[in-house]
């Protein structure tokens, strides 16, 4: 799916509606990532990608309550342990925010990256990762591992050698994983 720059702009500016400016330059920082990665892995998803970027976090600043009404209304099951972790549910509403309040950006490649954007997922397409990894690495996430990982990512992307960068994606993909669960520990 191809979506106009007027598709695009109108789409920002709804988000930015719905979000803090801190979160919306967070969402920002998610797009001009994944413009990049997608130039080096995906180029004929570059729009696409661009939605899901800033779609991935339209929820993220709502309630306990909030989440959990979206997600039910979805009849998404969610375990006892997802309703503890507040900072994973957003991930759940956002892709029921997304069917409901911009269904034309509900394709299959926008549903799935922004529902595995947090904790990712087995079998994550070369789409969903680069939505997750741009949300890992994106340049307002200063801490060590993110900025380690950016700059290693950023440095060894090159254009032309696709199969290449995607490996090196999914490499990072695991890298930022690896660096989640030492974090957690």
């Given at each position: 799916m191809i979506f106009s720059n007027e598709k695009i702009s109108s789409l920002s500016n709804e988000v930015k509606k719905r979000i803090s400016k801190k979160r919306f330059l967070h969402t920002c920082g998610v797009v001009k990532i994944a413009e990049k990665l997608s130039g080096y892995c995906l180029p004929e998803k570059k729009s696409e990608l661009v939605c899901a970027a800033y779609l991935h976090d339209v929820t993220k600043e709502l309630s306990l309550s909030e989440h959990l009404k979206l997600i039910d209304e979805e009849g998404i099951l969610i375990s006892d342990d997802d309703t503890k972790t507040e900072a994973i549910l957003h991930a759940f509403s956002a892709y029921?925010?997304?069917?409901?309040?911009?269904?034309?950006?509900?394709?299959?490649?926008?549903?799935?990256?922004?529902?595995?954007?947090?904790?990712?997922?087995?079998?994550?397409?070369?789409?969903?990762?680069?939505?997750?990894?741009?949300?890992?690495?994106?340049?307002?996430?200063?801490?060590?591992?993110?900025?380690?990982?950016?700059?290693?990512?950023?440095?060894?992307?090159?254009?032309?050698?696709?199969?290449?960068?995607?490996?090196?994606?999914?490499?990072?993909?695991?890298?930022?994983?690896?660096?989640?669960?030492?974090?957690?520990?």
């Open positions: 029921c925010a997304v069917k409901r309040d911009f269904p034309e950006f509900a394709t299959e490649n926008i549903l799935s990256a922004v529902y595995n954007h947090t904790i990712g997922a087995p079998e994550m397409t070369v789409f969903d990762e680069i939505i997750f990894l741009s949300d890992y690495i994106e340049e307002t996430r200063t801490y060590d591992s993110a900025v380690r990982l950016r700059e290693f990512v950023l440095d060894n992307m090159k254009n032309g050698v696709l199969d290449e960068n995607v490996s090196l994606l999914h490499k990072a993909c695991i890298t930022a994983i690896d660096n989640t669960i030492l974090h957690l520990i």
